[in-house]
């Protein structure tokens, strides 16, 4: 290795080359307009629930607001992979620069991690709604809300801050490709030519804590929910009850079971292959997913968008 060469991997000065979906696709280019179009559905159908919350009287509750925000992070979380993976292939460019990696790694650690805590969030506010209605108001007040979903935010940068500086800082002098179509951490440590065993212990515990915490608060809400609906009287209150969780559940089961597999399941089970269909699907499927899931099967934001539609054909 020439002093350029380890001055570079050393100094952080590295471009690395993001090998990306399309190396292994037969036709990238049906699948770069396939992604586009699912990126345009994406930022058009979480921004059109943005603006449906925000604007309609009816939506101005905790719910509906802790919805906007899980539709504010898909957009931002699909902004930080895809415009980038869909330019590198439309100018037959592949590469990132190491501050470009870092910046996007920590972008999205930050928002996966702040959306583990705002579904968390969210399953706490069903149960709350549905175990004690006559508090909802007070124990789900406006500024309890905007305090949980600040907490979220905070959170998720925490993770953030925490894995992206020593992620970047290890030495990279094995090859510079990334088996990845973004910045991701477990792809990035296979490049390390240094020993990162105790890194990847430390990052494990880090996700373990990430996941656990909201997976114990979301079991145990919607443990007390299903013994609640189990005990209703009305079958008509029971069906809304169900309909409303199981919308959420829907989307914490697809995003945790991606996240498990990515960060909690032993190397071995893992290739690079299967790495980026998992990571494409919770980063760039999701996010298309979560409108349609508390869209099609949510009567008030149907009914509001409806009423958006007829105002805007008057």
Known sequence: MDNSTWVANHTGQLDFILMGLFSQSKHPALLCVVIFVIFLMALSGNSILILLIHSNAHLQTPMYFFISQLSLMDVMYISVTVPKMLMDQVMGVNEISASECGMQMFLYLTLVGSEFFLLAAMAYDRYVAICHPLRYSILMSHRVCHLLVSGCWFLGSVDGFMLTPVTMTFPFCKTRE????????????????????????????????????????????????????????????????????????????????????????????????????????????????????????NKDVTGALKKMLNMGSV
């Open 178 to 297: 990334i088996h990845h179509f973004f910045c991701e951490v477990p792809a990035l440590m296979k490049l390390s030519c240094s020993d990162t065993s105790l890194y990847e212990t430390l990052m494990y515990l880090c996700c373990v804590l990430m996941l656990l915490i909201p997976v114990t608060v979301i079991s145990s809400s919607y443990s007390f929910i299903l013994l609640t609906i189990h005990r209703m009287n009305s079958a008509e209150g029971r069906k809304k009850a169900f309909t409303t969780c199981s919308s959420h559940m829907t989307v914490v089961i697809l995003f945790f079971g991606a996240a498990i597999y990515t960060y909690m399941l032993p190397s071995s089970y893992h290739t690079p292959e299967k790495n980026m269909i998992v990571s494409a699907f919770y980063t760039i499927l999701t996010p298309v997913l979560n409108p349609l899931i508390y869209s099609l099967r």
